[in-house]
């Protein structure tokens, strides 16, 4: 069965930090890979996504993400966070043709002022 | 553009009772969904709708939940009888129709969180 699993549950960083959270999937064929992000009280959007071309894709906010395709990896990295950037992040892999996502579990990141 | 409407945003009712979530879509948007998402956990999609028609609805436990979209736009979902397990918060989403990528990236709106006491 498909799935994501996201590395880190909790992550806690100080300001000017850089970070990395970790996303794997396990499906053979061609995936489309999402970063989803929730800041506190509001509702889940999109950060970034990677359909094909350039393995680095940039999103909003300064987060940029790298598909490794041998690594079935899809990391999601900033070099300075911020305590903006407090929120849950969520890794999501599309396939199929009925366009359904699937998602991680979630990383909670606290970043301390 | 207006975003995903979902009410009501909280709900608390008691085991065995029943309840109903309310959800319109971006104009547009063909595509429904409704996920569940439990605390510390990641979206599940409860079932998943293209137009009136149901796409998936493989993980909707269906001997308590269902959902309708009778015109293609608004949807409700009904808990009934609830369980102590519900709690939890209730997202829709919605996306273009279609085969192009586009159709991939999902809207979401600000979830109804149920307690069920």
């Known amino acids: 069965a498909q799935s994501v699993s996201q590395h880190n549950h909790h992550v806690i960083l100080s300001e000017a930090a850089s970070l990395e959270l970790g996303c794997n999937y396990s499906y053979g064929g061609t995936v489309n890979l999402f970063w989803y992000v929730q800041y506190p009280g509001q509702h889940l959007q999109l950060l970034l996504k990677?359909?094909?071309?350039d393995p680095l894709v940039k999103g909003i906010k300064g987060f940029e993400a790298e598909f490794i395709k041998s690594k079935f990896s899809f990391n999601l990295r900033k070099p300075s966070v911020q305590w903006s950037d407090t929120a849950e992040y969520f890794c999501?892999?599309?396939?199929?043709?009925?366009?359904?996502?699937?998602w991680g579990l979630g990383t909670s990141l606290a970043v301390n002022p | 553009e207006a975003g995903v409407a979902q009410s009501p945003r909280y709900k608390i009712i008691e085991k065995r009772q029943s309840v109903a979530f309310w959800c319109n879509p971006i104009s547009g948007h063909a595509t429904l969904y409704w996920y569940q998402q439990i605390l510390g956990q990641g979206p599940k999609l409860l079932i998943q709708?293209?137009?009136?028609?149901?796409?998936?609805d493989s993980q909707l436990p269906k001997d308590r939940f269902s959902a309708e979209r009778l015109k293609g736009v608004d949807s409700t979902l009904k808990i009934q009888p609830a369980k102590l397990e519900d709690s939890a918060v209730y997202l829709c989403a919605s996306s273009l129709r279609g085969g192009g990528l586009a159709a991939y990236e999902q809207y979401f709106g600000p979830g109804t969180r149920l307690t069920v006491t």
């Open positions: 999501a892999v599309g396939t199929g043709n009925n366009r359904k996502l699937i």
């Open positions: 990677y359909f094909s071309g």
């Open positions: 709708f293209q137009n009136n028609g149901v796409v998936d």
